[in-house]
């Protein structure tokens, strides 16, 4: 295993939402995943089992169904937005300990999603979480350039002013840390045994790749990560 590298410089501290800042087993995240389904579904006039092949093929080719949706059918990103983010925020419990630990960071922390903004606020706000954060970004302040496009990362650290080597970024897509780990973020994968990203064949990113090159560290729990390696230094 390589050496770690410090994270003594770190103050600027990015954490995707779905399934990072709450756990992907909350089984919460299904709920969006099925409503997307739904749409493109109804969409295009197509048979759920169609349209489900069809939003993972968009997941691997655009970075999100709504780019895909945006690119070849010129969809209307609101109404999509709307929809499938409207889901039971019950399924996600406040962890109070993440809270403590997000609160204990020094330097500024932001929220960094595909989703919109308004689901990053609703869902920071049901996990009380939302006060700590500086800044939430979604699609819509990419102008709809989602991650893993390099546009996403660029437009992001420009309108917050962050030295990529002063960030650290926090992930549970493989494939959306190999561009900060480029622009010299640190990376940290957040996994769990329910996988989202990989039901595709993703341009070589599958989860048995080796993918260690571009994250730097790997844990299944984001509040005992900051525990070990950031405040009990
Ligand atoms: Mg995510």
Redesign the pocket.
């Known amino acids: 295993m390589k050496q770690k590298p410090s994270l003594s410089n770190i103050n600027n501290w990015i954490f995707?939402?779905?399934?990072?800042l709450y756990r992907?087993d909350a089984d919460f995240?299904s709920q969006i995943d099925k409503k997307i389904t739904l749409y493109i579904s109804k969409y295009l006039k197509i048979p759920e089992t169609n349209a489900r092949l069809q939003q993972k093929e968009f997941l691997r080719d655009y970075g999100t169904s709504l780019s895909g949706l945006m690119d070849v059918y010129n969809m209307d990103p609101e109404e999509f937005l709307e929809f499938v983010h409207d889901v039971n925020l019950s399924f996600l419990i406040p962890q109070p300990k993440l809270r403590e630990n997000i609160q204990l960071l020094k330097g500024r922390k932001f929220v960094f999603?595909?989703g919109s903004r308004k689901h990053a606020l609703n869902v920071t706000n049901h996990l009380n979480l939302n006060d700590l954060f500086d800044g939430s970004f979604g699609i819509e302040d990419t102008n709809y350039n989602p991650k893993p496009n390099e546009n996403a990362y660029d437009i992001f650290c420009e309108h917050y002013q962050i030295d990529p080597n002063s960030a650290i970024f926090f992930?549970?897509?493989p494939r959306?840390l190999i561009i900060p780990k480029k622009m010299g973020m640190k990376t940290v994968l957040?996994t769990s045994d329910i996988d989202?990203?990989h039901e595709f064949n993703s341009k070589g990113l599958e989860i048995n790749d080796n993918i260690t090159d571009w994250i730097d560290f790997k844990t299944n729990d984001i509040e005992s990560w900051l525990t070990e390696h950031i405040l009990s230094e």
Do not use: C, K, P, Q
């Open positions: 995707d939402l779905d399934n990072t992907a995240f999603t595909n992930e549970d897509s959306n957040v989202y990203n």
